[in-house]
């Protein structure tokens, strides 16, 4: 079956950065676009960033514009989020998910869009 796990999650100081793996399995990984969604306490689950199924195309939330990277190495089968100048809302479990659908659609970020999902990472920025 299709299994997500990500990893790099921590505690970080305001200003710092931290590197986050989805490796996936069970699935064809080139056939996904894959997103990072993150969830804060008593908040919603927040769009962060998406990248197309050859890693050619990627969109971030304005949130994270200019922060945040997410890359993808199909031939490992994982995904990253590279997070840099991090600050304390960034603080949430983040999640990565895949998806078969439109690029069109999925760049709306609506997480009922996603097929599959990890478990969660948490990341904590202190200030």
């Known amino acids: 079956q299709v299994q997500l796990v990500e990893s790099g999650g921590g505690l970080a100081q305001a200003g710092g950065s931290l590197r986050l793996s989805c490796a996936a399995s069970?699935?064809?990984?080139?056939?996904?676009?894959m997103g990072w969604f993150r969830q804060a306490p008593g908040k919603e689950r927040e769009f962060v960033a998406i990248?197309?199924?050859?890693?050619?195309?990627?969109n971030l939330s304005d949130s994270v514009k200019g922060r945040f990277t997410i890359s993808r190495d199909n031939a490992k089968n994982t995904g990253y989020l590279e997070m840099n100048r991090l600050k304390p809302e960034d603080t949430a479990v983040y999640y990565c998910?895949?998806?078969?659908?439109?690029?069109?659609?999925?760049?709306?970020?609506?997480?009922?869009?996603?097929?599959?999902w990890g478990q969660g990472t948490q990341v904590t920025v202190s200030s």
């Open positions: 998910a895949v998806a078969t659908g439109p690029w069109s659609r999925m760049t709306k970020g609506i997480p009922n869009d996603y097929n599959n």
């Open positions: 069970g699935l064809i990984f080139n056939s996904y676009v």
């Open positions: 990248i197309s199924k050859n890693g050619l195309f990627t």
